[in-house]
């Protein structure tokens, strides 16, 4: 039976057919659908987790890998740089059965705060990477990287990008094979799975000849594969760049490596010989092609393609067309101009419950550092209010920090409360155990909102909103944290919010602002919509500050002052009433059904 299938999706089927019994993961675009995909569809069979974070994620999986069940692990790029901890602790020990971590990296940072390539992870892990190039290899990568996991008893590496986890091929579909590694006992074997100094010596030699073991095992993966044509030109590529190169040079002779690492000496060498010049294809960073020119090989990589964003066809023809690897331009040139969309700044959806606090920030212009979510939007216009942005749960740490400089500014952070459980409490410890001072402003939408609406430990739902959990109530967290000054506010009540946060801000010490307020996309309940009063309006254009895509410019002008007075989007509008709250003149009002 065949289906057509994203990426994320054929990973997720990938690993279904492989048998995988444990899913872990926290949600970042462009890895979300994974775990959507394995709940959605074989949840029955299959026990799947959003954890808390990427190293609880990469924990449990371990855990489940040493007790004999094939577990997979799943996050963005930059989650990676989460998990690395306990992922390299798993590839010392190996485990009883497979393990498979997926990372979907974000060249061209569509949904990224960096352009991080997780291939060189691979090499600092030592373990085998596998990089598909359509949905149809997803699939079938994943169940070898089971096969590899178990063959050598090390965790494996799956390495995917957008445009892979987005785009959508034909994907033929197999049978299930079941797991035939179950246990019914722990195995209690300390020198193995206990990685402390005294056994991690002796792990350390394995996996040095582990690595060999599987390079000389790479020259017979018929994934790793030669495509013979002119040779003139060769091309060594990978992934989805193999896709661009088949279609920008479809007469070159090309080496398509399916395992990314640790390659096959041979098989390079043997291709590099066979043709006049050698390309190696690759987006962002030189990973290949400094294994490749560190084997003698001669080549050329990044001294023609830049190591920055994606590598698409057209940039790809422009550069070969600019080094003359091609003489002709095949691309068909139209004669009628094409229209672009006008730019539109991002913003917060109508009916977001962080608006107010960012209007409050704004009017008190207080420097903000800020975190990852869509409370991010508030560095937009027209707040400009979060002045930070770095890393998930920085915010906090970043605040301890602007409090110890002493600078005379007020100082505020804001958090999710999605990331607050990812990785905010440590940094609230710790500004409560140094005695820090600022205001933490949790925003608390009842979600993880950007990426989907996944739960987190603060919701009473878990995977899909289908199943009940138990919800972790945050103010008595903090609380139990150490914070005196805790404050929970309407997130929908501006002068609420305002004098909740000028309480915290005079507080002696860390405080914490709690503003409570559902994401509007849970639910798309619109109680009712509001209206500007064209009489009462004077075209102060204060309503603009609330920063709601529903408010709009009119064609009526205020003769005195020559400016636009507002209007209102009926379609739009969400019935937050924040702008109504907000008006100097009480010219927004409900509309009258």
Known sequence: MKALLSGNEAIARGAY??????????????????VETCAK????????????????????????????????????????????????????????????VVTADDPGLFSSQNEQDNRWYSRLAKIPTLEPADSQEAKDFMKLAFELSEKFDTSVLFRS?????????????????????????????????????????????????????????AETLPINRVEWNDKKLGIITSGV???????????ASVLKLGLTY????????????????VLVVEELDPILEEQIKAMGVDCVGKEYFPPCFELLPDRLMDIALEKGLLTEDPRRQSTQPVDTLPPRSPVLCAGCPHRSTYYNLAKMDIACAGDIGCYNLGAQPPFRAQHTMGAMGASIGQLHGMSIAGLPEVRVCTIGDSTFFHSGLAPLANMVHNESRGCVILMDNYTTAMTGHQD?????????????????????????LGVKMVKTVNAFDVKEVEEGLKECLAYDGPSVLITLGACFQLSKKIECTYEVDPAKCIACQQCF?????????????????????????????????????????????????
């Open 41 to 100: 569809l074989y949840g029955d069979e299959v026990y799947v987790e959003w954890s808390t974070n990427e190293k609880v994620a990469m924990d449990a999986a371990a855990g489940a890998a040493y007790s004999g069940k094939r577990a997979m692990v799943t996050t963005k790029q930059v989650g990676m740089n989460v998990l690395m901890d306990s992922l390299m602790y798993s590839v010392y020990t190996g485990a009883e059965a497979g393990l498979v």
């Open 456 to 480: 987190h430990p603060g919701t009473d739902y878990k995977v899909l909103r289908t199943n009940k959990a138990r919800k972790i109530e945050i103010e008595p967290l903090v609380r139990a």
């Open 161 to 217: 990008v957008m445009r892979i986890s987005h785009c959508k091929t034909v994907v033929e579909l197999e049978d299930r094979q079941e797991n035939p590694r179950n246990l019914e006992k722990f195995p209690r074997n300390l020198p193995k799975y206990n990685c402390t100094a005294m056994y991690a010596k002796e792990m350390h030699l394995m996996i040095e000849e582990k690595i060999k073991r599987i390079s000389e095992y």
């Open 17 to 34: 057919e492989a048998g995988v019994q444990v899913v872990t993961g926290y949600p970042g675009t462009p890895s979300s659908e994974i």
């Open 262 to 277: 640790p390659l096959p000496p041979r098989m390079i060498r043997d291709f590099a010989a066979g043709v006049e010049k």
């Open 545 to 593: 500050k609330a920063g709601c895509p529903a408010i709009m410019v009119s064609d009526e002008v205020n003769p005195k002052t020559g400016k636009k007075k507002s209007r209102i989007d009926p379609t739009l509008c969400a019935g937050c009433s924040i702008c109504s709250q907000i008006c100097p003149v009480k010219a927004i009002s409900k509309k009258e059904a």
């Open 241 to 251: 760049c193999y896709a661009y190169v088949k279609e920008v040079f479809p007469n």
